[in-house]
């Protein structure tokens, strides 16, 4: 596999993950576009958050994250997704990209929200192997399906009881309540990255061929690891 050595070669080879193959309105399935991975994964990676660490997608669809974090030199990048659909399409991508150091798995986050600190640490090790440096998560934003307000809280609850480092995107009207509830949690934030995130037409209910939704991605340090 060859590694990329700058941010427009890393939007290049991100490119070509396929979307979702069956996007789901109840899990709100919107592919990344490839020039905010790309541009996000990059200042993760001069942050020194990507090279030689142990990356988490939580929410990884089709890998994205997970194959971009594995072609800046992770050490190994871990996608979960409830999707299996997307999880297969995700493993066979980094094959066919001849990448080794991703795992693709079918979880669902839910289940990770319900388990103690120790039991949620002990169930991701066990599949990883390893202690996790950083999490990469994109949870659903809960514009678009009602039933998912409030998916993000899980996300970042599960992350802050995993990692010492956590990159989360979010809507960006909602970043005073995230400043207030990652602080409560233990979380200091520490970069912030803005972005215009294309919504394709997909579903039915959709009346525009695309619209563009304002989001914010946290840096956030985990005090719990210091």
């Given at each position: 596999?060859?590694?990329?050595?700058?941010?427009?070669?890393?939007?290049?080879?991100i490119e070509?993950?396929?979307?979702?193959?069956?996007?789901?309105?109840?899990?709100?399935?919107?592919?990344?576009?490839?020039?905010?991975?790309?541009?996000?994964?990059?200042?993760?990676?001069?942050?020194?958050?990507?090279?030689?660490?142990?990356?988490?997608?939580?929410?990884?669809?089709?890998g994205i994250?997970?194959?971009?974090?594995?072609?800046?030199?992770?050490?190994?990048?871990?996608?979960?997704?409830?999707?299996?659909?997307?999880?297969?399409?995700?493993?066979?991508?980094?094959?066919?990209?001849?990448?080794?150091?991703?795992?693709?798995?079918?979880?669902?986050?839910?289940?990770?929200?319900?388990?103690?600190?120790?039991?949620?640490?002990?169930?991701?090790?066990?599949?990883?192997?390893?202690?996790?440096?950083?999490?990469?998560?994109?949870?659903?934003?809960?514009?678009?399906?009602?039933?998912?307000?409030?998916?993000?809280?899980?996300?970042?609850?599960?992350?802050?009881?995993?990692?010492?480092?956590?990159?989360?995107?979010?809507?960006?009207?909602?970043?005073?309540?995230?400043?207030?509830?990652?602080?409560?949690?233990?979380?200091?934030?520490?970069?912030?990255?803005?972005?215009?995130?294309?919504?394709?037409?997909?579903?039915?209910?959709?009346?525009?061929?695309?619209?563009?939704?304002?989001?914010?991605?946290?840096?956030?340090?985990?005090?719990?690891?210091?």
């Amino acid at each position: 596999m060859l590694k990329v050595q700058n941010k427009k070669d890393l939007e290049i080879r991100i490119e070509a993950i396929p979307k979702h193959p069956n996007p789901k309105i109840k899990l709100e399935q919107y592919s990344t576009p490839a020039t905010i991975a790309a541009d996000l994964l990059w200042n993760a990676y001069t942050l020194g958050d990507i090279d030689n660490k142990n990356i988490l997608d939580l929410g990884s669809g089709t890998g994205i994250f997970t194959i971009g974090s594995a072609l800046l030199n992770a050490k190994c990048s871990v996608g979960i997704d409830v999707d299996q659909q997307s999880v297969d399409l995700a493993i066979k991508t980094a094959n066919s990209m001849e990448i080794d150091s991703c795992i693709f798995l079918n979880r669902d986050i839910n289940l990770f929200y319900k388990m103690s600190s120790n039991e949620l640490n002990k169930s991701i090790n066990q599949d990883i192997l390893d202690f996790v440096d950083v999490i990469i998560q994109n949870p659903p934003f809960g514009s678009q399906y009602k039933g998912k307000k409030g998916s993000d809280r899980i996300f970042i609850q599960v992350s802050m009881n995993l990692s010492p480092v956590i990159y989360s995107f979010h809507i960006s009207k909602t970043e005073n309540f995230l400043d207030s509830y990652f602080k409560s949690l233990g979380g200091r934030i520490t970069h912030k990255f803005s972005y215009d995130f294309p919504i394709p037409k997909l579903y039915d209910f959709h009346t525009k061929n695309s619209k563009n939704i304002q989001v914010i991605v946290l840096r956030v340090e985990n005090e719990k690891f210091l």
